[in-house]
Every structure is written in C-alpha cells, then in structure tokens.
C-alpha cells in the first residue's frame, strides 16, 4: 500500500507549498467539494463552465486536509482560518492531476487491464473483474469515470489492490493516448470498431486510429482483440507478426471461441474451446454480446494464470453495471429493459436481438437518438429502422429528432402504422405507455446517454 505525501506531490507536480505540512499523507482525493469527507485531499479542477478554485474554502471547512488549487491571490486574514490546513498551488490543477495519478501508478507492480472500444467496454470490464476478483484484489473503474478525469481519480483509490481494470472512453483522437499514457496498461483490449462518435471522427477508419491509442501506454503490452469485428479482424492480420495478440470470436477462428451457444431471455450457455480444451460456460444474462465479453474475460484469466474453475465462477458470478441491460420484472407482468445509457447501431443491434429473443411476449421498442453521429446520421438511425423490422419488433415508439428516420424506414420496410407512434417530447410517450402496456409486455429503453431515456425507464415503473 502506498500513500502519497505532500511531499512527494510537491516534487511530481512542481507546485508551490503556500503553508501547511509537507509530511501530511494524503489518502484519499476528490474533485467535489460537496461531497468531501474528512482528511480528503480537494484537487480544484477547472473546466469550461465550471471553476473548482471558487470552492477550496468550502473543500477545507467540510473536512479535507489538503486542497491543491492554480488560482491563488487569498489575503493573510482569510489563511488564518485554516492555518492548519495545508494549501499546495500549481500551475494548472487538471495537468496536476495527471502527473499526481502517473506517479501513483508507477508505485504499483500490479497487472493493469485497460479496455476500449465503441461497444460492451463497460459490461466488459464488469465480467473480467469479476474473473479476476477470484483471484486479486481488484479495483475498477466505477460508473462513467472513463474519462482523462474519471481514469485519473480512479488510479487514485489504488490501496491494497493486486490488480486494476480501467475503462477508457473517447470522443476525439488523442484522448485515449492521453488515459493509456498515464496507466501504462500490461493487457489493453479494444472490443470493437463501431460507429460510436463517427460525427467527431468522420469514419470507422479513424475510430480505430483513435482506439489503437490504447497501445501507446506500455509498448510490451498483452493486445486482446475481438476476432469477429471486421476492422480489428484485419488488424490482428496484419500486425499478429509484431504484437503479443491474442483473439477470441464467435465466427471466426481464434485463440479462444464459443461453440453450442445456447442462447436464453435470461441466461445464456457456451462451450468455451481453447484449443484441444473446452468446457461449459454460464452466462447469467441474456444476449449474443455476452457472449464475447466473456471470451474476453477468459482471455484475461488466461493471460494472468487464473484457474479455468475460477475463470467460469467470475463469469457466473459477475454484476453488472446499473443502466446497461437493467432488467426489472414489474408487478403487472411487464418486464422493462433499460439499456438507455448509451446507444451507437452496434449496441442498438444487439439490443434489439435480445428483445427478440422473448418469443412468447409483444415486444416495444422504445427508442430515442443516437448522438455525435454528424453527416452519418440521417443512415444509421434508417439502419435502426431496419433492425427493428428484421427483428419483427411488435411496437416501435420513438422521440427525438433524428429518431424519425428510423419510423420512416420501418414504414418503408412495411411496419403497420398502427404499431409505430413517435412523440415530440417524453410526456406524450410516458402517458401512450401507460395507456397501451399490459401483463405480458416487454419494454426495451434504448438511447444516447443525453436524450435521458434511462430516467422515462425508471419513471414508467412507478405507474405500471
């Protein structure tokens, strides 16, 4: 266990102590001061519509013993207050961060999986620390903390942990380059290239460029990839002579593959075949992409040496993330899925073939936007409309502006007029839904994290 000192954040950062004592051992950091516990060291970030600087006094009087600021101009009479706090300035708290988090990482000799991709990082990174929990003592990123202020703060909870499973999510080039720089993975895994963010990168090929980032941090890494993606497929072809790479799919032949899936509304089962090695694995959520999670999961348990016994209970045993596949069985008979943290067609593809998946049950789909999607939009959310057909979905119920494309194609695509009903705004949808859904229904919820559908998910479930 290593805990940071002032010290030691004086020398990483080359900030300026304005009192206090260097000794002073900094356990635990935090961005909000709002939430501040006692002892808490308070990193004041700033951003573009918000300022920590304006609340390191609000950071002090609830408890922290530290604050780390940039903006400093504070009179004598207002220092007296906490004359026994200490205050540490530097030039730009977020570049701090970074450099406070790079030296904490380097202070552990432990395996650091990190996890990109368009799709399925975050259900992902559930299962394999749920394998690896077998083993280690295991710290993960925690909800959306993907980000270069997420990773960072995540890097900072590191204590006792024998091993670390980040998730790094993107928007632009450059920014995974910036995560990986800064937790220098052993195992870097990308599960897909997709269509996520194609409006910020203009094309598949540059959602990989940016991807591959995740390379940069550690050029002796383990590269985990899913043999089944197209762009990955041709990847691992061309650069399997250069890199340590190990493959799993479904459909193609690699390292690791399923075979016999036997896919359930709740549950799914595979053989894993590892070579001449096979056995049964359970899968204790529904849907083909769980399936390639945990091919990936057993990549990982492999690679760190992980009993195959211990591999299949994390497996069995694994949680996952709230918002993604959150599956509530109401007392009416209705079963609500709540996917909605996020959408791309990759995700919505896979989410629709699990809400296919319940034969006995009228299906309703209730979809909304995929965002950051620019020139491309207009297509994919027709492509949404064709999924919907394919998938013979009972209802589509949609609200959102690029959402009407996916109406207009599952017209054209023959849908009856009286299955499909779109809504200005969500107050209009939540009461049709209260009119129309009956004992027996089940209810997909799926849109981009901005259009908010994962709270009309939670809503619905107060009134049916």
Known sequence: MKFLTVKEILEVTQGKLIQGNPNLICKNFSKDSRTIQKGDTYIAIKGENFDGNAF??????????????????????ELEAFSNKTIIMVKD???????????????????????????????????????????????????????????????LKLEDHEAMVLEMGMNHLGEISLLTKIAKPDICIITNIGTSHIG?????????????????????????????????????????????????????????????????????QFFYQDGKKEGLVNV???????????????????????????????????????????ISQLKSGIKIINDAYNASLESMKASLKYLASFKENRKIAVLGDMLELGEYAKYL?????????????????TCGENAKYI????????????????????????????????????????ASNGMKFYEIADKIKTFL
Request: hydrophobic content about 35%; overall charge positive; aromatic content about 6%.
């Open 200 to 268: 910020n990168l203009g094309s598949r090929e540059n959602i990989l460029k940016a991807k591959l980032e995740i390379l940069e941090g550690n050029p002796n890494s383990i590269v985990i990839m899913n043999n089944d993606n197209d762009l990955l497929h041709k990847w691992v072809k061309e650069n399997k002579n250069k890199k340590s790479i190990i493959t799993y799919g479904i459909r193609e032949p690699s390292d690791i593959n399923a075979k016999n899936i036997s896919l359930k509304e709740n549950n799914s």
């Open 284 to 326: 204790p959520i529904g849907g083909e992409h769980f399936i390639s999670n945990a091919l990936c999961a057993i990549c990982v348990g492999k690679v760190l040496k992980i009993d195959m016994n211990k591999i299949i209970k994390g497996i069995e045993n694994f949680e996952l993330t709230k918002k993604r596949m959150d």
């Open 93 to 155: 708290t977020l570049e701090a961060l970074y450099k406070i988090a790079s030296y904490k990482r380097q202070q552990y000799n432990i395996p650091v999986i990190a996890i990109t991709g368009s799709v399925g990082k975050t259900s992902t990174k559930d299962m394999i620390a749920s394998v690896i929990s077998q083993q280690y003592k295991v710290l993960k990123t925690t909800g959306n903390n993907n980000n270069n202020i997420g990773l960072p703060f995540t890097i």
């Open 381 to 397: 959310h027709e492509e949404v409309g064709k999924l919907v057909v394919e998938n013979k979905i009972d209802k589509l119920i």
């Open 407 to 446: 109406v207009k194609k599952a017209e054209e695509m023959g849908m009856s007029y009286e299955n499909i009903h779109h809504f200005d705004n969500i107050e209009e949808l939540l009461n049709y839904l209260k009119q129309i859904a009956t004992s027996g229904d089940v209810i997909l919820f799926k």
């Open 56 to 77: 390191w006094k609000q950071a002090l009087e609830k408890g922290a013993d530290c604050v780390i600021i940039s903006d400093f101009h504070k009179s004598s009479k």
